[in-house]
């Protein structure tokens, strides 16, 4: 490994720049944390949200994380729609231990929970713990608040780090970019942990890395005790606090120990281990004492929708829809027929994908990593570890979850990324210019400027901000098909087409990337929007090897192209004019035994039929009447 790099600051570092940043970012967030009406601005419970806010507000009311009839009720004070989409198990009476010689070395014998008026949430507790002292004293609203306070700690800790090798000027814009010109600032407005995660690990880098980078005699006051192992043990209390939010983030301890390791710092090593082990171990036990299990995600877990337990005399726990994870689904992660189709997809999408990738949501990241690699040989042994956590993370997630990396429909950018990005601060290099620092903001705020500014909607019509714009530039994930964020509006996915009566030709499924075509019509065509370009994917059920296209134009001229599967045709229709086109189509994408193609079709021109018909009716601003059918 290279030496370390020569510290660039050394005149004292101004910690008043970066505590300015943080004050205006807690101003900002924290007053609207205060001031909004949250259940109305955030347009009912999405994604996960349920889960943590009945069970903050279950510690914060009654003391305790037990799901009863009570805790349903409390949510519709606030929400009419109900908890959808809460995560409820069944507990456990423990009824004995034993040690055994294969990990974990514990066998907890158990039996049904005798209390059957009970159940218990089936999400990690440690976000809601935290929330639950600001929701005690401001509702709801305390969550925000708590999300405010993680913003502005994060932007503090990461200017001191990167102010410690770059001038004041340069670490404020680039630890301000690094948290507001991405898709972070969105998740202030969502009641899970992603915040939380990307904070409390960010927080955990900062406090075992900031004396690599630092010089003791420079560093601003309130710092000095960074510069002793007692930093080391608390950034281990942190990651182990992050482990048991999420599990995956076990891949970001090890770095610290590897490091100490390198040093042969063995007693220290000790330490940090030991109390990352009571940390995180201590938290799983507090859940195997609360519900019998110590895997919130384990044993009998289901989740609701429509009908919640106790809703009812009738409404039991088998109403729900079974979600453990208890083990691994290898013969699915490693089937060998889309095993490296998948991996080396995914990881190119993890970077330029539309819904997910790097570059649009999490540019800061791309920008570190890009300036570690120009020169990698002057980089600190430290910085090498920092990598290799990064990158382990990300392999961890496209291979374990091939079909879901980036958290599923309902998530902005990649969510599940968000424990990780906070270790890609620690790999910037010392920045000589300042206008450098200006390149996170300016590329970054081009891609998120529009979700950042409206994060409630953004949040609740996840599927609308890809529609146009720069992201409309980068490829669609379609590993990730049914987990597309524009699946939140099922009248625009899964739309059948084909099938026709007589003609043989099989039915599948269309998705609808945009808004530039309208809803499938009675004979099973579409209208693509005037003088616009409607995207598409064409899901099947079997190989297909032509596209027969039927184009219609309306009362004006216009010029129609058409691609699917990378085949594509030009061409012009009179008005009135009906052309078929025959497209032999490229290799599908296989998608979970499907058959995937992206498509496109535009018009040059446009029409409102209530102008050319007086007896119409229909408003819509029409370009070309599009019917497809496939031959196998």
Request: aromatic share 16%.
């Amino acid at each position: 490994m290279a030496p370390p790099a020569t510290t660039v600051t050394r005149a004292p570092m101004d910690a008043r720049p970066g505590l300015i940043a943080a004050a205006i970012v807690l101003a900002i967030y924290g007053g609207l944390a205060l001031t909004v009406d949250f259940p109305a601005a955030a347009m009912g419970i999405q994604s996960d949200e349920a889960t943590y806010y009945m069970m903050g507000r279950s510690l914060a009311e009654d003391g305790d994380l037990t799901y009863r009839r009570t805790d349903l009720e409390r949510v519709w004070r606030e929400f009419p729609s109900g908890p959808a989409g809460v995560f409820l198990k069944k507990g456990r009476d423990i009824e004995g231990v034993e040690f055994t010689s294969r990990p974990p070395f514990v066998t907890v014998r158990s039996g049904p929970d005798r209390d059957a008026g009970r159940l218990f949430f089936g999400k990690s507790f440690v976000y809601p713990a935290a929330a639950a002292p600001f929701v005690y004293v401001l509702g709801t609203n305390g969550f925000l608040l708590l999300n405010a306070l993680l913003l502005a700690v994060s932007v503090l800790c990461a200017y001191l780090f990167l102010h410690a090798r770059m001038t004041a000027v340069a670490a404020a814009l680039v630890s301000t970019a690094f948290v507001l010109a991405t898709v972070v600032p969105v998740y202030f407005v969502w009641i899970t942990p992603e915040l939380f995660n990307f904070a409390v690990v960010l927080a955990a880098y900062f406090c075992w890395l900031f004396k690599e980078a630092a010089v003791r005699e420079t560093a601003p006051r309130g710092t000095r005790w960074l510069f002793g192992r007692g930093s080391d043990l608390l950034a281990a209390a942190l990651l182990g606090i992050a482990t048991f939010s999420k599990p995956s983030n076990l891949l970001l301890f090890l770095p610290i120990v590897a490091w100490q390791a390198w040093h042969r710092q063995w007693r220290a090593a000790c330490a940090t281990g030991v109390v990352f082990l009571a940390v995180a171990g201590g938290l799983f036990g507090v859940n195997l004492a609360i519900s019998g299990d110590w895997n919130y995600q384990g044993g009998e877990r289901n989740t609701f929708y429509w009908e919640y337990p106790f809703q009812g005399p009738t409404s039991t726990f088998d109403i729900g829809a079974r979600k453990a994870r208890d083990e691994a689904l290898t013969d699915i992660l490693f089937d060998p027929e889309v095993f490296w189709t998948n991996l080396t997809n995914n990881l190119r999408y993890y970077f330029v994908g539309r819904y997910s990738g790097l570059v649009a949501y999490f540019f800061p990241a791309v920008f570190a990593l890009a300036s570690f690699l120009v020169r990698p040989r002057r980089r600190p042994g430290w910085q090498y570890l920092v990598l290799a956590a990064g990158v382990t993370q990300i392999v961890f997630f496209v291979i374990t979850l091939p079909y879901t990396w980036f958290g599923g429909g309902g998530s902005v950018g990649n969510r599940y990324f968000m424990g990780a990005y906070g270790v890609f601060l620690f790999m910037l290099p010392a920045l000589q210019a300042t206008w450098v620092a200006f390149v996170p903001w300016a590329v970054g705020a081009f891609f998120t400027a529009q979700l950042v500014l409206n994060p409630f909607v953004t949040s609740f019509r996840p599927g609308e901000y890809a529609k146009h714009g720069p992201l409309r530039w980068l490829p669609v994930e379609l590993t990730n098909v049914n987990d597309l964020p524009i699946n939140t509006d099922p009248s625009r996915v899964r739309v059948w087409f084909g099938d026709n009566p007589g003609q043989g030709d099989p039915g599948f499924q269309i998705y609808f990337l945009d808004d530039n075509a309208y809803g499938r019509e009675e004979d099973k065509s579409f209208w693509v929007k005037g003088r616009s370009r409607a995207e598409f994917l064409v899901k099947t059920d079997r190989p297909i090897r032509r596209a027969v296209i039927t184009l219609a134009a309306g009362p004006l001229d216009t010029d129609v192209s058409v691609s699917i599967g990378g085949r594509a045709q030009s061409l012009r229709l009179r008005p009135g004019e009906s052309q078929q086109v025959t497209l032999v189509l490229g290799p599908a994408f296989p998608y979970q035994k499907r058959f995937v193609w992206v498509g496109s079709v535009s018009s040059s021109s446009g029409f409102s039929p209530i102008f050319h018909d007086p007896s119409s009716t229909d408003s819509r601003y029409l370009g070309v009447r599009v019917k497809p059918v496939l031959v196998p």
